[in-house]
């Protein structure tokens, strides 16, 4: 059974436009969530991280909300650029199993000129 | 700063055969990771090692044996691989509340 799921498994965004990102999660002790962004034949790098004392984290042009409530999160990326097509996973773990992180399976983006 | 580097990059399988996946950073970090990528799957964690000595399944351990050799590498094993198990494999590291950091995969073909 997934705990963390990405149900798009792809979106495709016009450059210059806001790409918006969705990921849930199952297991409510996950308070620690990070976006790691992939490109082919490259391992994931970290993108942006939120703490579940927070509700939104932004860096530059990256801005992650959290809905404890709800169990989701998104990226947001405005604007949005060519260099951004990649592979985005969405990323949980717990404070009590702080060294295991589990992922989603990953929403590809493609931004088209 | 080299960070994570897995060996090999590329690997040819035959069922039943074994093998083992090197893993090793120069960032002293104390946690280590194995994933397997697969398509509609993502990132599935097989083992990780929280701190020297100390190893821990993870979603998808079957199949898979792991060593934490030293503080450095982390190396994965298939005993009897199996064509299930062709994957991209990524080792990562991390350190306390920070990222992981990971590799650039292993491509593992089983046949």
């Known amino acids: 059974d997934q705990q963390v799921k990405q149900n798009s498994p792809s979106l495709s965004v016009q450059e210059g436009r806001i790409s918006i990102l969705n990921c849930d999660y199952t297991n409510s002790m996950f308070d620690y969530f990070l976006w790691y962004k992939k490109y082919p034949a490259e391992g994931p790098t970290f993108l942006i991280s939120?703490?579940?004392?927070?509700d939104k984290n932004e860096d530059g042009r990256f801005t992650v909300f959290l809905n404890k409530s709800a169990k989701h999160l998104s990226l947001h990326i405005v604007p949005s650029q060519p260099g951004d097509s990649a592979v985005y996973f969405c990323a949980a773990s717990s404070y009590s199993s702080a060294s295991k992180i589990i992922f989603g399976s990953g929403t590809r983006l493609s931004i088209r000129p | 700063n080299a960070g994570v580097t897995q060996t090999p990059k590329f690997q040819v399988l035959k069922t039943g055969q074994s093998m083992t996946l090197q893993c090793a950073q120069d960032m002293n970090h104390n946690s280590m990771y194995w994933y397997r990528q697969d398509p509609g799957m993502g990132l599935r964690l097989i083992y990780y090692?929280?701190?020297?000595?100390?190893?821990d399944k993870g979603e998808v351990p079957n199949g898979y044996n792991v060593s934490r050799l030293n503080k450095r590498e982390f190396s994965l094993r298939l005993e009897s691989a199996a064509p299930s198990q062709t994957s991209v494999y990524f080792c990562?590291?991390?350190?306390?509340?920070?990222?992981?950091?990971f590799g650039d995969g292993t491509r593992l073909s089983i046949l």
């Open positions: 990562a590291s991390k350190d306390r509340v920070q990222p992981q950091h």
């Open positions: 090692s929280a701190s020297e000595g100390t190893t």
């Open positions: 939120i703490s579940s004392i927070k």
